[in-house]
């Protein structure tokens, strides 16, 4: 599966929205994009994924860009509970879910 | 109810000891993983088992054997245990599609180990 890069840590006030930024330059065609989030203590919990159309559901919305090498993730109005650490996974479905450093999301008052 | 549950939460052992750490999903699906997360909170898959058996072992120890009884269950056994064994262990579950494997995985709430 191809690599990821996420910045290490964000701010963002709550109330306002997240946008978190995900780098794949090297994604090939049949791999989706994958979020997920740790908050501290759980386990990790799947958001939300997407091939290559915009996604939203309940908890996030997903912009993926037009030739695919980057994507943003969007909490439309954060709250302190959205404090966690953020993963953007490429993955085909033929290997398992590989996680890296992620992005650590600093909700504050 | 707890969608893939493991036990025990904590477990604090003394080095050598063999210990068991339970995973259950009932989630009817049919493939099972293990993750470790070390103290610098890297997430790393040891195990993937696919109905009951095992598809992928990452560079594991053989000190560590899981066990599946059924697609429902997987177990992680570790024997001899190391003090770089501390960790916390993340059980998952998934469904798989004809040959691929969904990227929605479900997660357990770990089992922070100890060893002494």
């Known amino acids: 599966d191809a690599k990821t890069t996420q910045p290490t840590s964000m701010d963002c006030a709550e109330g306002r929205a997240a946008n978190l930024p995900c780098n794949h330059s090297t994604i090939s065609g049949n791999e989706y994009v994958y979020w997920y989030r740790q908050i501290h203590s759980q386990g990790p919990q799947y958001i939300i994924h997407g091939l290559k159309n915009n996604e939203t559901n309940e908890m996030a919305s997903l912009i993926i860009t037009e030739d695919r090498k980057s994507s943003t993730l969007i909490l439309p109005h954060a709250t302190l509970r959205d404090t966690a650490v953020y993963y953007c996974i490429v993955h085909s479905g033929y290997s398992t879910l590989t996680f890296g450093k992620g992005t650590m999301l600093l909700v504050s008052p | 109810d707890t969608a893939v549950s493991q036990t025990p939460k904590y477990l604090v052992t003394q080095m050598g000891n063999d210990k068991s750490i339970k995973c259950e999903q009932n989630?009817?699906?049919?493939?099972m993983y293990w993750y470790k997360q070390d103290s610098k909170k890297f997430l790393k898959i040891m195990f993937s088992?696919?109905?009951?058996?095992?598809?992928i072992n990452e560079t594991v120890p053989n000190r560590f054997s899981p066990k599946s009884p059924d697609k429902a269950h997987l177990n992680l056994h570790i024997n001899s245990l190391e003090l770089g064994d501390s960790a916390v262990y993340f059980c998952?579950?998934?469904?798989?599609?004809?040959?691929?494997?969904?990227?929605?995985?479900?997660f357990g709430e770990g089992s922070r180990l100890t060893v002494l």
């Open positions: 989630l009817g699906h049919d493939t």
């Open positions: 998952a579950s998934s469904q798989t599609s004809g040959r691929q494997n969904t990227g929605e995985l479900f």
């Open positions: 088992y696919n109905n009951k058996e095992l598809i």
